[in-house]
């Protein structure tokens, strides 16, 4: 699922644990978000040609950046809508895991790139160690 442009940071293993994770998240986001993300999906397949949370995932800051527009805010800090769905992306990611939704979440009001990268990775890493026999 994630971008042909940007596979290279996730080995054969991880990618198809970053898929399941990415498909749970779609369920549950559609569950306590709904019609949000469809709409956000229609407005970055427009933009960007995929769906919103796979373009947060392989560009945090145009991602963040086209959010905030979209919802009419000017600056990330009172951006509390912005935050809102960021936040409860990343809590269904990170299946329910606030430690690890909390420091991506910073890493990204912080816009620190590659800190959010190394906090997924570390988590899909902990999830197939978790997954497989």
Same mark, same amino acid.
């Given at each position: 699922?994630?971008? /042909?442009?940007?596979?290279?940071?996730?080995?054969?293993? &991880?990618?198809?644990?970053?898929?399941?994770?990415?498909?749970?998240?779609?369920?549950?986001? &559609?569950?306590?978000?709904?019609?949000?993300? /469809?709409?956000? /999906?229609? %407005?970055?397949?427009?933009?960007?040609?995929?769906? !919103?949370?796979?373009?947060? !995932?392989?560009?945090? %800051? &145009?991602?963040?950046?086209?959010?905030? /527009?979209?919802?009419?805010?000017?600056?990330? %800090?009172?951006?509390?809508?912005?935050?809102?769905?960021?936040?409860?992306?990343?809590?269904?990611?990170?299946?329910?895991?606030?430690?690890?939704?909390?420091?991506?979440?910073?890493?990204?009001?912080?816009?620190?790139?590659?800190?959010?990268? %190394?906090?997924?990775?570390?988590?899909?890493?902990?999830?197939?160690?978790?997954?497989?026999?």
């Amino acid at each position: 699922m994630i971008g /042909d442009n940007e596979k290279n940071w996730l080995s054969p293993e &991880e990618k198809k644990v970053f898929d399941r994770l990415l498909n749970n998240t779609k369920k549950h986001l &559609e569950r306590v978000l709904p019609g949000e993300i /469809d709409r956000l /999906d229609w %407005e970055f397949f427009r933009k960007f040609k995929e769906p !919103f949370i796979i373009h947060l !995932f392989n560009n945090p %800051e &145009e991602t963040i950046n086209q959010l905030m /527009d979209y919802e009419g805010a000017d600056i990330l %800090e009172e951006a509390d809508k912005t935050k809102y769905i960021l936040y409860m992306v990343l809590k269904s990611f990170f299946l329910n895991n606030r430690r690890y939704a909390e420091r991506a979440l910073n890493s990204l009001l912080s816009r620190n790139w590659n800190l959010f990268r %190394e906090i997924v990775k570390e988590f899909i890493q902990l999830m197939a160690k978790t997954s497989t026999p």
